[in-house]
């Protein structure tokens, strides 16, 4: 008989960052650790960003594996945090101008 075993290191909670998915006692989101690995000046290994984030690996590893299994809607929130953060920044270059 087969057990399906799961890796309980990835949590949501409304409490924190608004129930977006975090590494569990953390408020480290899932698209923080994937945004660290596609966008700092140069790519960070998983290695290093555990180390930076002071996380084990097993926790960035569970963070990756989440994100795989939800992508689209990961990338999607990325997104639309991309497009708010520029729209800020154009409405304060405005009011500056």
Do not use: W
């Amino acid at each position: 008989m087969q057990t399906i075993l799961s890796i309980n290191l990835i949590a949501s909670d409304p409490t924190v960052r608004s129930g977006r998915p975090v590494i569990a006692g953390t408020s480290i989101e899932i698209s923080d650790i994937v945004c660290a690995l596609r966008r700092e000046p140069e790519p960070r290994t998983l290695e290093q960003i555990a180390v930076s984030y002071a996380l084990s690996p097993a926790q960035v590893y569970a963070a990756m594996a989440f994100y795989y299994e939800h992508q689209a809607d990961i990338d999607m929130a990325i997104q639309a945090n991309d497009a708010a953060i520029e729209a800020a920044k154009a409405k304060r270059v405005e009011r500056l101008s």
